[in-house]
């Protein structure tokens, strides 16, 4: 059985593969987006914040070991702000917008984060494996940190007035939540075939992200009408 840090490595080493062929990753550079891409990119991820929570619960209720439900639910407290809705993670990424004067349209869902949304909650509700459900989460959790810190070196000198705090402190929580889900799927993978399982939801889950990269690359830098 591999130890807690080989399996961290592990998924660490896919993110990495992942992040290294990503035709989003290699055109975002600071040389490359102006502040209108950086506009349609924060109005694209707006879809996603706000289905964090959901997510979250769903695999929750998919969970079975205390433990686990617990370290998930802890998570889900934060998303919500610790039950102050004013300070909910999509609220404050709202407050970021609004700072940043970027004003959301009526219908502002594109149909790519509308499927990134409906393949991951479908996944999480339909797999047999609960260790495939930890590892769908545990993708979005891995990938987080360095995608986020890449996205945003880009974004803020565009929006150096806008409130900082959904990014600045997502880099820091989600270095904890990787550990906190790390030390679960470790947990999870003493059960016969569990590492695997937590392998293939992970894949799954990053195959997701992948498609919605990719499509928001031809989103942010279609030229408008």
Known sequence: MLSETQMRDTLNGLIEDLIQRSP???????????PSLSKKFLISFDTLVKSFPALIAAGIARTTDETTRTVLAVNLYQECG???????????????????GISLPTLNESLFAEEWRI?????????ESIGAVLGALAAGEFLAQPALSRIYEVIEPHYRQADQEYFTKHLVLEEEHVK????????E???????????????????????????????????QN
């Open 119 to 127: 393949r991951l909650f479908e996944y999480i509700n339909e797999t």
């Open 82 to 100: 610790e039950g102050d809705v004013t300070r909910t993670h999509h609220a404050i990424y709202r407050k970021f917008l609004a700072t940043a």
């Open 180 to 187: 906190e889900i790390t030390t679960i799927i470790a947990r």
């Open 24 to 34: 989003f990753f290699r055109f975002w550079k600071a040389d490359q987006v102006t």
């Open 189 to 223: 993978a003493q059960n016969e075939d569990g590492w695997q399982e937590v392998l293939e939801g992970f894949k799954y889950g990053l195959s997701v992200w992948e498609n919605y990269f990719d499509h928001l690359t031809n989103y942010v830098t279609a030229k």
